[in-house]
């Protein structure tokens, strides 16, 4: 599953979640404030250079393509 990130749109606390490909936000909720409304942010990894949180990532979540659980 690929990792989304999201901005809440209450107190502006960015976070990270798993979600199967094209799943929106619902039932998501802001991990700090608990706000709802909150908006998808394209991927940091795969947009920018920032290369301390791409390291991270993909050790943590063994990136896409792999394993089984894509069917
Ligand atoms: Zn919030």
Redesign the pocket.
């Known amino acids: 599953m690929p990792m989304y990130e999201y901005l ?6 960015p976070f990270e979640i798993l979600q199967r490909m094209g799943e929106g936000a619902d039932g998501l909720a ?6 709802k409304r ?1 908006e998808k942010q394209f991927s940091t990894f795969a947009a920018s250079g920032n290369s301390t949180s791409t390291s991270a990532g993909f050790s943590a979540g063994a990136g896409c393509g792999g394993g089984s659980g894509f069917s």
């Open positions: 809440c749109q209450d107190c502006g606390h802001c991990p700090k404030c608990g706000e909150v």
